[in-house]
Protein backbone atom coordinates (compact mmCIF):
# COMPACT_ATOMS: atom_id res chain seq x y z
CA UNK A 1 0.00 0.00 0.00
CA UNK A 2 1.46 3.39 -0.97
CA UNK A 3 2.68 5.44 1.76
CA UNK A 4 1.85 9.51 1.15
CA UNK A 5 4.47 11.23 2.19
CA UNK A 6 4.32 13.86 5.55
CA UNK A 7 2.69 17.27 4.99
CA UNK A 8 4.91 20.06 5.46
CA UNK A 9 5.00 21.45 8.53
CA UNK A 10 2.62 24.35 8.92
CA UNK A 11 4.76 28.09 8.35
CA UNK A 12 3.61 31.37 8.97
CA UNK A 13 0.89 32.71 6.32
CA UNK A 14 2.80 35.29 4.06
CA UNK A 15 2.57 38.88 4.85
CA UNK A 16 0.91 40.30 2.78
CA UNK A 17 3.32 43.89 2.02
CA UNK A 18 1.68 47.19 2.48
CA UNK A 19 2.43 50.01 0.03
CA UNK A 20 4.76 52.40 1.64
CA UNK A 21 3.65 55.38 2.73
CA UNK A 22 5.64 58.63 2.89
CA UNK A 23 5.32 60.49 6.19
CA UNK A 24 3.18 58.10 8.02
CA UNK A 25 2.15 58.69 11.26
CA UNK A 26 2.12 62.50 10.35
CA UNK A 27 -1.21 64.70 9.94
CA UNK A 28 -1.08 65.85 6.51
CA UNK A 29 -0.49 69.50 5.52
CA UNK A 30 -3.04 71.82 5.01
CA UNK A 31 -6.17 69.17 6.00
CA UNK A 32 -6.04 69.80 9.56
CA UNK A 33 -8.36 66.84 11.50
CA UNK A 34 -11.68 68.29 12.70
CA UNK A 35 -11.91 68.55 16.66
CA UNK A 36 -14.91 66.63 17.85
CA UNK A 37 -16.35 67.92 21.47
CA UNK A 38 -14.57 66.26 24.33
CA UNK A 39 -16.16 63.70 25.96
CA UNK A 40 -17.17 64.71 29.57
CA UNK A 41 -15.08 62.97 32.52
CA UNK A 42 -17.29 61.93 35.50
CA UNK A 43 -16.54 63.76 38.64
CA UNK A 44 -14.68 61.75 41.66
CA UNK A 45 -16.99 60.87 44.70
CA UNK A 46 -16.87 64.17 46.10
CA UNK A 47 -15.20 66.17 43.88
CA UNK A 48 -17.43 69.45 43.27
CA UNK A 49 -18.86 68.83 47.07
CA UNK A 50 -15.47 69.74 48.19
CA UNK A 51 -14.22 72.25 45.73
CA UNK A 52 -17.52 74.16 45.48
CA UNK A 53 -17.86 75.68 49.12
CA UNK A 54 -14.23 76.73 48.60
CA UNK A 55 -15.21 78.86 45.42
CA UNK A 56 -18.13 79.96 47.52
CA UNK A 57 -15.47 81.37 50.30
CA UNK A 58 -13.22 83.01 47.90
CA UNK A 59 -16.05 84.65 46.34
CA UNK A 60 -17.12 85.80 49.95
CA UNK A 61 -14.26 86.48 50.98
CA UNK A 62 -13.19 88.95 48.07
CA UNK A 63 -16.17 90.57 47.86
CA UNK A 64 -16.14 91.50 51.62
CA UNK A 65 -15.76 95.14 51.67
CA UNK A 66 -18.32 95.73 49.25
CA UNK A 67 -20.84 96.09 52.20
CA UNK A 68 -18.63 98.47 53.62
CA UNK A 69 -20.38 101.23 51.55
CA UNK A 70 -24.27 101.22 49.41
CA UNK A 71 -22.14 102.44 46.35
CA UNK A 72 -18.76 102.28 45.16
CA UNK A 73 -19.22 104.26 41.80
CA UNK A 74 -21.67 106.24 39.62
CA UNK A 75 -22.37 103.26 37.81
CA UNK A 76 -23.76 101.65 41.16
CA UNK A 77 -25.81 104.56 42.07
CA UNK A 78 -27.28 104.97 38.24
CA UNK A 79 -28.40 101.32 38.53
CA UNK A 80 -30.11 101.79 41.94
CA UNK A 81 -32.05 104.92 41.05
CA UNK A 82 -33.07 103.18 38.06
CA UNK A 83 -34.23 99.88 39.53
CA UNK A 84 -36.08 102.31 41.86
CA UNK A 85 -38.06 104.28 39.00
CA UNK A 86 -38.74 100.87 37.57
CA UNK A 87 -40.05 99.34 40.89
CA UNK A 88 -42.56 101.86 40.92
CA UNK A 89 -43.77 102.03 37.69
CA UNK A 90 -41.73 103.18 35.47
CA UNK A 91 -40.71 102.11 31.91
CA UNK A 92 -36.94 101.83 30.55
CA UNK A 93 -35.73 103.91 27.61
CA UNK A 94 -38.92 105.85 28.23
CA UNK A 95 -39.74 106.94 31.70
CA UNK A 96 -35.44 106.24 32.78
CA UNK A 97 -32.91 105.95 30.04
CA UNK A 98 -29.25 104.58 29.79
CA UNK A 99 -27.03 103.44 27.22
CA UNK A 100 -27.59 99.99 28.50
CA UNK A 101 -28.94 96.57 27.79
CA UNK A 102 -31.76 95.69 29.86
CA UNK A 103 -30.72 92.57 31.84
CA UNK A 104 -29.32 94.16 34.55
CA UNK A 105 -31.90 96.92 35.85
CA UNK A 106 -33.84 94.33 35.22
CA UNK A 107 -32.22 92.36 38.23
CA UNK A 108 -31.90 95.48 40.19
CA UNK A 109 -35.46 95.98 39.94
CA UNK A 110 -36.34 91.97 40.90
CA UNK A 111 -34.09 92.64 44.06
CA UNK A 112 -36.09 95.82 45.17
CA UNK A 113 -39.45 94.08 44.45
CA UNK A 114 -38.72 91.20 46.56
CA UNK A 115 -36.02 92.20 49.21
CA UNK A 116 -36.92 96.15 49.41
CA UNK A 117 -34.99 99.19 48.17
CA UNK A 118 -33.76 100.69 51.65
CA UNK A 119 -30.25 99.02 51.12
CA UNK A 120 -27.99 97.29 48.72
CA UNK A 121 -27.10 93.95 50.52
CA UNK A 122 -29.11 91.91 48.23
CA UNK A 123 -27.50 92.99 45.17
CA UNK A 124 -24.42 92.72 46.53
CA UNK A 125 -25.41 89.46 47.40
CA UNK A 126 -26.31 88.41 43.86
CA UNK A 127 -22.80 89.78 42.79
CA UNK A 128 -21.00 87.17 45.21
CA UNK A 129 -22.99 84.56 43.36
CA UNK A 130 -21.89 85.77 40.17
CA UNK A 131 -18.54 85.81 41.17
CA UNK A 132 -18.80 81.92 42.34
CA UNK A 133 -20.65 81.03 39.23
CA UNK A 134 -17.85 82.68 36.96
CA UNK A 135 -14.99 80.32 39.19
CA UNK A 136 -17.31 77.05 39.32
CA UNK A 137 -17.87 77.56 35.28
CA UNK A 138 -14.28 77.88 34.63
CA UNK A 139 -13.31 75.17 36.80
CA UNK A 140 -15.56 72.84 34.73
CA UNK A 141 -14.16 73.98 31.55
CA UNK A 142 -10.99 73.14 32.91
CA UNK A 143 -11.54 70.25 34.45
CA UNK A 144 -13.50 69.21 31.17
CA UNK A 145 -10.24 69.75 28.96
CA UNK A 146 -7.09 69.23 31.43
CA UNK A 147 -8.29 66.84 34.81
CA UNK A 148 -9.09 67.22 38.12
CA UNK A 149 -6.37 69.23 39.19
CA UNK A 150 -6.60 71.92 36.92
CA UNK A 151 -10.59 72.25 37.80
CA UNK A 152 -9.70 73.16 41.43
CA UNK A 153 -6.60 75.58 39.67
CA UNK A 154 -8.60 77.71 37.72
CA UNK A 155 -11.72 77.73 39.83
CA UNK A 156 -9.15 79.41 42.73
CA UNK A 157 -7.65 81.72 40.15
CA UNK A 158 -10.15 83.29 39.26
CA UNK A 159 -11.53 84.93 42.65
CA UNK A 160 -7.69 85.13 43.29
CA UNK A 161 -7.12 87.55 40.64
CA UNK A 162 -10.67 89.09 40.44
CA UNK A 163 -10.42 92.22 42.86
CA UNK A 164 -7.20 92.96 40.77
CA UNK A 165 -7.90 96.45 40.24
CA UNK A 166 -8.47 99.64 41.86
CA UNK A 167 -11.22 98.73 44.44
CA UNK A 168 -14.07 101.22 43.14
CA UNK A 169 -13.56 98.91 40.19
CA UNK A 170 -13.66 95.60 41.91
CA UNK A 171 -16.25 96.18 44.65
CA UNK A 172 -19.26 98.10 42.57
CA UNK A 173 -21.80 95.72 42.12
CA UNK A 174 -22.45 96.79 38.05
CA UNK A 175 -22.04 95.16 34.89
CA UNK A 176 -18.90 93.27 34.26
CA UNK A 177 -19.59 91.31 37.54
CA UNK A 178 -22.48 89.88 35.70
CA UNK A 179 -21.30 89.21 32.36
CA UNK A 180 -18.40 86.99 33.35
CA UNK A 181 -20.77 84.00 34.23
CA UNK A 182 -22.47 84.10 30.54
CA UNK A 183 -18.84 84.79 29.01
CA UNK A 184 -17.79 81.22 30.97
CA UNK A 185 -20.82 79.60 30.07
CA UNK A 186 -20.62 80.39 26.68
CA UNK A 187 -17.45 79.12 26.13
CA UNK A 188 -18.00 76.10 28.21
CA UNK A 189 -21.18 75.40 26.18
CA UNK A 190 -19.41 75.91 23.04
CA UNK A 191 -16.11 73.42 23.79
CA UNK A 192 -19.10 71.04 24.46
CA UNK A 193 -20.48 71.19 21.08
CA UNK A 194 -24.33 72.77 22.91
CA UNK A 195 -24.52 75.65 20.00
CA UNK A 196 -27.72 76.50 20.65
CA UNK A 197 -27.13 76.97 24.45
CA UNK A 198 -23.78 78.63 23.83
CA UNK A 199 -25.46 81.20 21.52
CA UNK A 200 -28.08 81.97 24.72
CA UNK A 201 -25.36 82.39 27.18
CA UNK A 202 -23.48 85.20 24.52
CA UNK A 203 -27.23 86.92 24.41
CA UNK A 204 -26.85 87.21 27.82
CA UNK A 205 -23.59 88.44 28.23
CA UNK A 206 -25.19 90.74 25.04
CA UNK A 207 -27.79 91.56 27.01
CA UNK A 208 -25.95 92.68 30.31
CA UNK A 209 -23.72 95.24 28.17
CA UNK A 210 -22.70 95.45 24.61
CA UNK A 211 -19.48 94.35 25.15
CA UNK A 212 -20.43 91.06 26.86
CA UNK A 213 -20.95 89.92 22.85
CA UNK A 214 -17.42 89.52 21.87
CA UNK A 215 -17.18 86.37 23.12
CA UNK A 216 -18.85 85.53 20.27
CA UNK A 217 -15.47 84.97 18.61
CA UNK A 218 -14.38 82.38 20.69
CA UNK A 219 -17.62 80.54 20.36
CA UNK A 220 -17.31 80.81 16.91
CA UNK A 221 -13.56 79.55 16.76
CA UNK A 222 -14.73 76.59 19.20
CA UNK A 223 -17.55 76.10 16.18
CA UNK A 224 -15.44 76.35 13.06
CA UNK A 225 -12.71 73.77 14.84
CA UNK A 226 -15.28 71.33 15.82
CA UNK A 227 -16.53 70.73 12.04
CA UNK A 228 -13.24 71.44 10.83
CA UNK A 229 -12.78 72.83 7.24
CA UNK A 230 -13.87 70.34 5.16
CA UNK A 231 -17.23 69.18 7.53
CA UNK A 232 -20.15 66.45 7.05
CA UNK A 233 -22.44 67.78 4.90
CA UNK A 234 -24.97 70.17 6.72
CA UNK A 235 -22.91 69.63 10.09
CA UNK A 236 -21.61 73.61 10.01
CA UNK A 237 -24.94 75.22 9.03
CA UNK A 238 -26.94 73.49 11.70
CA UNK A 239 -24.26 74.38 14.32
CA UNK A 240 -24.47 78.04 12.69
CA UNK A 241 -28.08 78.17 12.99
CA UNK A 242 -28.63 76.82 16.43
CA UNK A 243 -26.04 79.48 17.74
CA UNK A 244 -27.70 82.37 15.68
CA UNK A 245 -31.08 81.12 17.07
CA UNK A 246 -29.54 80.99 20.12
CA UNK A 247 -28.74 84.30 20.61
CA UNK A 248 -31.41 86.02 18.82
CA UNK A 249 -34.40 84.54 20.61
CA UNK A 250 -33.27 86.09 23.80
CA UNK A 251 -32.44 89.72 22.58
CA UNK A 252 -36.10 89.45 20.32
CA UNK A 253 -37.78 88.91 23.81
CA UNK A 254 -35.83 91.39 25.26
CA UNK A 255 -36.39 94.06 22.36
CA UNK A 256 -40.08 93.05 22.84
CA UNK A 257 -40.55 93.47 26.66
CA UNK A 258 -39.48 97.14 26.18
CA UNK A 259 -39.55 99.50 23.26
CA UNK A 260 -37.93 97.87 20.42
CA UNK A 261 -37.31 101.56 18.66
CA UNK A 262 -35.72 102.42 22.50
CA UNK A 263 -34.38 99.00 22.48
CA UNK A 264 -32.46 99.60 19.12
CA UNK A 265 -31.34 103.00 20.10
CA UNK A 266 -30.30 103.16 23.24
CA UNK A 267 -28.32 99.90 23.08
CA UNK A 268 -26.98 100.10 19.48
CA UNK A 269 -27.76 102.83 17.34
CA UNK A 270 -27.81 105.89 20.04
CA UNK A 271 -24.44 105.25 21.39
CA UNK A 272 -21.76 105.62 18.53
CA UNK A 273 -20.21 109.02 18.86
CA UNK A 274 -19.60 107.42 23.02
CA UNK A 275 -18.41 104.27 21.83
CA UNK A 276 -16.50 104.89 18.70
CA UNK A 277 -15.39 108.35 19.29
CA UNK A 278 -11.33 109.37 19.47
CA UNK A 279 -11.77 112.66 20.18
CA UNK A 280 -11.31 114.10 23.37
CA UNK A 281 -9.81 111.10 24.55
CA UNK A 282 -6.11 112.53 25.65
CA UNK A 283 -3.49 112.41 27.51
CA UNK A 284 -5.71 111.42 30.76
CA UNK A 285 -7.25 108.42 28.91
CA UNK A 286 -3.62 107.04 28.52
CA UNK A 287 -3.00 107.29 32.10
CA UNK A 288 -5.86 105.57 32.48
CA UNK A 289 -4.95 102.71 30.43
CA UNK A 290 -1.29 102.86 31.39
CA UNK A 291 -2.34 102.80 35.55
CA UNK A 292 -5.42 100.10 35.02
CA UNK A 293 -3.20 97.88 32.70
CA UNK A 294 -0.27 98.13 35.49
CA UNK A 295 -2.46 97.23 38.72
CA UNK A 296 -3.98 94.47 36.67
CA UNK A 297 -0.20 93.32 36.04
CA UNK A 298 0.83 93.67 40.15
CA UNK A 299 -2.24 91.42 40.59
CA UNK A 300 -1.02 88.95 38.05
CA UNK A 301 2.88 89.14 38.95
CA UNK A 302 2.79 85.92 39.93
CA UNK A 303 1.08 84.54 36.56
CA UNK A 304 3.03 86.12 33.73
CA UNK A 305 5.76 83.86 33.56
CA UNK A 306 3.25 80.79 33.27
CA UNK A 307 1.46 83.33 30.85
CA UNK A 308 4.28 83.57 28.80
CA UNK A 309 5.10 79.45 28.45
CA UNK A 310 1.54 79.12 27.48
CA UNK A 311 2.10 81.53 24.97
CA UNK A 312 5.13 79.90 23.29
CA UNK A 313 3.49 76.65 23.93
CA UNK A 314 0.90 77.89 21.52
CA UNK A 315 2.97 78.57 18.67
CA UNK A 316 5.88 75.84 19.12
CA UNK A 317 3.93 73.17 20.56
CA UNK A 318 1.66 71.10 18.63
CA UNK A 319 -0.27 70.26 21.61
CA UNK A 320 -0.52 74.16 22.21
CA UNK A 321 -3.46 74.07 19.36
CA UNK A 322 -6.22 73.94 22.35
CA UNK A 323 -4.75 76.80 23.65
CA UNK A 324 -5.73 78.50 20.43
CA UNK A 325 -9.27 79.43 21.83
CA UNK A 326 -8.19 81.12 24.99
CA UNK A 327 -6.08 83.35 23.41
CA UNK A 328 -9.02 84.20 20.51
CA UNK A 329 -10.89 84.55 23.67
CA UNK A 330 -8.21 87.51 25.24
CA UNK A 331 -7.93 89.47 22.03
CA UNK A 332 -11.41 89.66 22.41
CA UNK A 333 -12.13 90.48 25.60
CA UNK A 334 -9.30 92.80 25.15
CA UNK A 335 -10.58 94.66 21.93
CA UNK A 336 -13.35 95.28 24.15
CA UNK A 337 -11.66 96.78 26.81
CA UNK A 338 -10.52 99.30 24.20
CA UNK A 339 -14.01 99.99 22.49
CA UNK A 340 -14.30 104.15 22.87
CA UNK A 341 -10.64 104.34 24.18
CA UNK A 342 -11.91 105.28 27.65
CA UNK A 343 -10.22 102.61 29.40
CA UNK A 344 -11.80 102.39 32.66
CA UNK A 345 -10.81 99.93 35.40
CA UNK A 346 -13.73 97.62 35.06
CA UNK A 347 -14.38 97.13 31.85
CA UNK A 348 -10.72 94.79 32.48
CA UNK A 349 -12.46 92.30 34.20
CA UNK A 350 -13.64 90.62 31.00
CA UNK A 351 -9.64 89.77 30.87
CA UNK A 352 -9.58 87.70 33.87
CA UNK A 353 -11.23 84.50 32.84
CA UNK A 354 -9.34 83.82 30.01
CA UNK A 355 -6.49 84.72 31.84
CA UNK A 356 -7.08 82.42 34.45
CA UNK A 357 -8.12 79.22 31.99
CA UNK A 358 -4.65 80.14 30.22
CA UNK A 359 -2.70 80.21 33.28
CA UNK A 360 -4.03 77.04 34.55
CA UNK A 361 -2.77 75.33 31.08
CA UNK A 362 0.63 76.51 31.79
CA UNK A 363 0.83 75.59 35.63
CA UNK A 364 -0.88 71.84 34.97
CA UNK A 365 2.46 69.90 34.43
CA UNK A 366 3.81 71.67 37.46
CA UNK A 367 4.55 69.19 40.73
CA UNK A 368 2.12 69.93 43.72
CA UNK A 369 4.58 71.41 45.59
CA UNK A 370 5.62 74.36 43.02
CA UNK A 371 2.26 74.55 41.88
CA UNK A 372 1.23 75.40 45.59
CA UNK A 373 4.43 78.04 45.32
CA UNK A 374 3.10 79.49 42.54
CA UNK A 375 -0.31 80.27 43.70
CA UNK A 376 0.76 81.76 46.78
CA UNK A 377 1.69 84.77 44.79
CA UNK A 378 -1.96 85.42 44.10
CA UNK A 379 -3.07 84.68 47.07
CA UNK A 380 -1.11 87.03 48.47
CA UNK A 381 -1.67 90.01 46.56
CA UNK A 382 -5.65 89.10 46.75
CA UNK A 383 -4.76 89.63 50.33
CA UNK A 384 -3.69 93.18 49.91
CA UNK A 385 -6.15 94.27 47.30
CA UNK A 386 -8.91 93.31 49.56
CA UNK A 387 -6.70 95.02 52.90
CA UNK A 388 -6.93 98.53 50.24
CA UNK A 389 -11.12 98.18 49.59
CA UNK A 390 -11.30 97.91 53.38
CA UNK A 391 -9.06 101.58 53.40
CA UNK A 392 -9.44 103.15 50.56
CA UNK A 393 -10.97 106.64 50.62
CA UNK A 394 -14.38 107.33 49.34
CA UNK A 395 -14.05 111.11 49.30
CA UNK A 396 -16.49 111.23 46.50
CA UNK A 397 -19.24 108.98 47.79
CA UNK A 398 -18.47 111.01 51.07
CA UNK A 399 -19.07 114.32 49.18
CA UNK A 400 -22.31 113.17 47.53
CA UNK A 401 -23.92 111.84 51.20
CA UNK A 402 -23.02 115.58 52.16
CA UNK A 403 -24.75 116.80 49.00
CA UNK A 404 -27.97 114.36 49.84
CA UNK A 405 -28.14 115.67 53.30
CA UNK A 406 -28.63 119.31 52.11
CA UNK A 407 -31.08 118.09 49.20
CA UNK A 408 -33.12 116.50 51.94
CA UNK A 409 -32.53 119.99 54.66
CA UNK A 410 -34.18 122.27 51.29
CA UNK A 411 -36.81 119.44 49.54
CA UNK A 412 -39.98 117.77 50.83
CA UNK A 413 -40.18 113.77 50.65
CA UNK A 414 -42.60 115.01 46.84
CA UNK A 415 -40.45 117.24 45.64
CA UNK A 416 -38.33 116.59 42.69
CA UNK A 417 -34.85 117.32 42.63
CA UNK A 418 -32.61 117.86 39.09
CA UNK A 419 -28.44 117.03 40.12
CA UNK A 420 -26.33 118.12 37.34
CA UNK A 421 -23.78 115.78 37.79
CA UNK A 422 -22.25 112.47 37.53
CA UNK A 423 -23.12 111.09 40.72
CA UNK A 424 -26.64 109.52 40.64
CA UNK A 425 -26.36 107.91 43.73
CA UNK A 426 -26.97 111.33 45.14
CA UNK A 427 -30.91 111.26 44.30
CA UNK A 428 -30.72 107.72 46.42
CA UNK A 429 -28.78 108.88 49.38
CA UNK A 430 -31.52 111.97 49.67
CA UNK A 431 -34.04 109.86 48.86
CA UNK A 432 -35.81 112.10 46.40
CA UNK A 433 -37.04 111.20 42.66
CA UNK A 434 -35.00 112.71 39.96
CA UNK A 435 -36.98 115.68 37.49
CA UNK A 436 -35.75 113.82 34.32
CA UNK A 437 -35.08 111.02 32.25
CA UNK A 438 -30.86 111.33 32.17
CA UNK A 439 -29.75 111.10 35.83
CA UNK A 440 -26.63 112.38 34.78
CA UNK A 441 -25.07 115.12 32.69
CA UNK A 442 -23.38 113.09 30.72
CA UNK A 443 -25.82 111.44 28.33
CA UNK A 444 -26.87 115.51 27.94
CA UNK A 445 -22.82 116.87 27.29
CA UNK A 446 -21.31 113.57 26.41
CA UNK A 447 -19.03 114.14 29.68
CA UNK A 448 -20.31 110.35 30.84
CA UNK A 449 -17.40 109.18 28.39
CA UNK A 450 -14.48 110.33 30.75
CA UNK A 451 -13.85 113.35 28.08
CA UNK A 452 -12.56 116.50 29.55
CA UNK A 453 -12.07 118.50 26.48
CA UNK A 454 -13.79 119.70 23.11
CA UNK A 455 -16.24 116.95 22.69
CA UNK A 456 -18.21 117.84 25.88
CA UNK A 457 -21.24 120.23 25.35
CA UNK A 458 -24.78 120.69 24.20
CA UNK A 459 -24.54 119.94 21.02
CA UNK A 460 -21.93 116.59 21.96
CA UNK A 461 -25.53 114.94 23.92
CA UNK A 462 -27.37 112.31 22.65
CA UNK A 463 -30.07 113.20 19.71
CA UNK A 464 -32.92 114.44 20.47
CA UNK A 465 -32.19 114.57 24.02
CA UNK A 466 -32.31 118.42 24.74
CA UNK A 467 -35.60 118.81 23.48
CA UNK A 468 -36.96 115.93 25.70
CA UNK A 469 -35.19 117.62 28.77
CA UNK A 470 -36.34 121.11 27.66
CA UNK A 471 -40.35 119.60 27.84
CA UNK A 472 -39.44 117.94 31.52
CA UNK A 473 -38.66 120.90 32.79
CA UNK A 474 -41.72 122.72 31.08
CA UNK A 475 -44.25 120.09 32.42
CA UNK A 476 -42.64 119.48 35.80
CA UNK A 477 -40.09 121.61 36.83
CA UNK A 478 -37.78 120.58 39.44
CA UNK A 479 -37.66 122.37 43.40
CA UNK A 480 -34.41 122.27 43.52
CA UNK A 481 -31.31 121.92 40.91
CA UNK A 482 -28.13 120.75 42.68
CA UNK A 483 -25.22 122.18 40.26
CA UNK A 484 -22.76 119.27 41.72
CA UNK A 485 -20.42 119.78 38.07
CA UNK A 486 -17.81 121.85 40.28
CA UNK A 487 -15.80 123.56 37.70
CA UNK A 488 -16.45 120.23 35.13
CA UNK A 489 -16.51 121.06 31.44
CA UNK A 490 -20.20 120.63 31.06
CA UNK A 491 -20.40 123.28 33.95
CA UNK A 492 -23.74 125.56 33.69
CA UNK A 493 -21.91 128.44 32.20
CA UNK A 494 -20.51 125.92 29.40
CA UNK A 495 -24.67 124.62 28.54
CA UNK A 496 -26.70 127.65 27.16
CA UNK A 497 -29.85 126.18 27.59
CA UNK A 498 -29.20 125.32 31.28
CA UNK A 499 -27.75 128.59 31.62
CA UNK A 500 -30.81 130.14 30.69
CA UNK A 501 -33.52 127.74 32.89
CA UNK A 502 -31.41 129.09 35.36
CA UNK A 503 -31.55 132.79 35.16
CA UNK A 504 -35.32 132.67 34.20
CA UNK A 505 -37.11 130.21 36.93
CA UNK A 506 -34.15 129.80 39.66
CA UNK A 507 -32.11 131.58 42.56
CA UNK A 508 -28.94 130.40 44.55
CA UNK A 509 -28.91 129.70 47.98
CA UNK A 510 -25.89 131.19 49.99
CA UNK A 511 -25.09 128.04 51.37
CA UNK A 512 -22.66 125.93 49.41
CA UNK A 513 -21.40 122.07 49.98
CA UNK A 514 -17.64 122.03 48.79
CA UNK A 515 -18.18 123.60 45.35
CA UNK A 516 -21.88 122.65 44.77
CA UNK A 517 -24.61 125.53 44.06
CA UNK A 518 -28.08 125.07 45.19
CA UNK A 519 -30.55 126.75 43.15
CA UNK A 520 -34.73 126.89 44.30
CA UNK A 521 -37.80 127.57 42.13
CA UNK A 522 -38.00 131.74 42.45
Request: glycine share 8%.
Amino acid sequence: MPVEPPSAAPGPAPTRREPSRPHAGRPRRGRPRPTRPRPTRPAPPGYWRRLLPLLAALALVTRLPSFLHPFWSPDEGYLAVQARILADGGELYETVVDRKPPLLPWLYEATYTVFGDGSQHAVKLLAIAAQFTTAALLAALARRRWGDRSGVTAGVLFPLISCGLIPQDTQATTFEVFILPFTAAAVLCADRGRWCAAGAAVAGAFLTKQTGGVVLVPVLWLLWRAHGPAPRPGTLPTALLRTAVGFAAPVLAAALLTDPEGFVFWTVTGSGSYAFSLDGSGLHVLIRAFVNSAVLCLACAGLLPPLRRAALRTTRHPAGRDLTDLWVWFAASAAAVAVGFHFFGHYFQQLLPPIALLATAALRSLPHERLRSVLSAPACVCGLFVIWSVFAPRSELDHAARVATAVREHTAPTDRVLVWGIHPETYRLADRAPASRYLTAGLLTNFSGGRAGPQVGEEYAVPGAWRVFAAEMRARPPTLIVDDSRGKPYAPEHVPTLRRLLADRYEPLPATVEGTVFYVRS
